[in-house]
T-cell receptor, first 115, second 112 residues
Framework: DTGVSQNPRHKITKRGQNVTFRCDPI?????LYWYRQTLGQGPEFLTY????????KSRLLSDRFSAERPKGSFSTLEIQRTEQGDSAMYLC?????????????FGPGTRLLVL | SQQGEEDPQALSIQEGENATMNCSYK?????LQWYRQNSGRGLVHLIL?????REKHSGRLRVTLDTSKKSSSLLITASRAADTASYFC????????????FGGGTRVLVKP
């Protein structure tokens, strides 16, 4: 257990439905990241927050995706109008960021299956 | 897109043997990290090596970094069945936020 928690752990939904995932980072960590991992591949960066500010979004993050970190603590990732191609593991990580780089601690992930 | 290519893609060894896997990357980096992922679970951080370091050890792990060749290797000595997992290298290119770019992973099976 890294100290980063994600809920739910699994989500099955029908195409077209909206889903929301939650990530609770390690409490003193100022940075929070979202990654997506498809079967047999490494994780791919989606977006990150420094405190409550969303500072970068990948091109992978289409308009159907939105992420928030309202008080600089937990974060939510919402996918609207889900598509089968959204099926993946969504991973959250947190770190105590600095200029040199810091270890990112990952949560257990939310596995999404879109039928 | 994935920056790193890992080699081999899969590795099967007997308990007690050493496991070596390699990672190549494309751009200059700030640091390189190795993670382990057990089937269907989150990633566990193993070790971080900075761009000005050439070798690092942690328990049964040894990591090397050759920035001139843009490559790294991870050696697991005296492997155990519990080492069965996928291993990923991830590079931090020093961009704002220190986002990580992962390779495709090496799937290691340690047979008892």
């Amino acid at each position: 257990d890294t100290g980063v928690s994600q809920n739910p752990r699994h989500k099955i939904t029908k195409r077209g439905q909206n889903v929301t995932f939650r990530c609770d980072p390690i409490s003193e960590h100022n940075r929070l990241y979202w990654y997506r991992q498809t079967l047999g591949q490494g994780p791919e960066f989606l977006t990150y927050f420094q405190n409550e500010a969303q500072l970068e979004k990948s091109r992978l993050l289409s308009d159907r995706f939105s992420a928030e970190r309202p008080k600089g603590s937990f974060s939510t990732l919402e996918i609207q109008r889900t598509e089968q191609g959204d099926s993946a593991m969504y991973l959250c990580a947190s770190s105590l960021g600095d200029r040199v780089g810091a270890t990112q601690y990952f949560g257990p992930g939310t596995r999404l299956l879109v039928l | 897109s994935q920056q790193g290519e890992e080699d081999p893609q899969a590795l099967s060894i007997q308990e007690g043997e050493n496991a070596t896997m390699n990672c190549s990357y494309k751009t200059s980096i700030n640091n390189l990290q190795w993670y382990r992922q057990n089937s269907g679970r989150g990633l566990v951080h193993l070790i971080l090596i900075r761009s000005n370091e050439r070798e690092k050890h942690s328990g049964r792990l040894r990591v090397t970094l050759d920035t001139s060749k843009k490559s790294s290797s991870l050696l697991i000595t005296a492997s155990r069945a519990a080492d069965t997992a996928s291993y990923f290298c991830a590079t931090d290119a020093g961009a704002a936020g220190n986002k990580l770019t992962f390779g495709g992973g090496t799937r290691v099976l340690v047979k008892p």
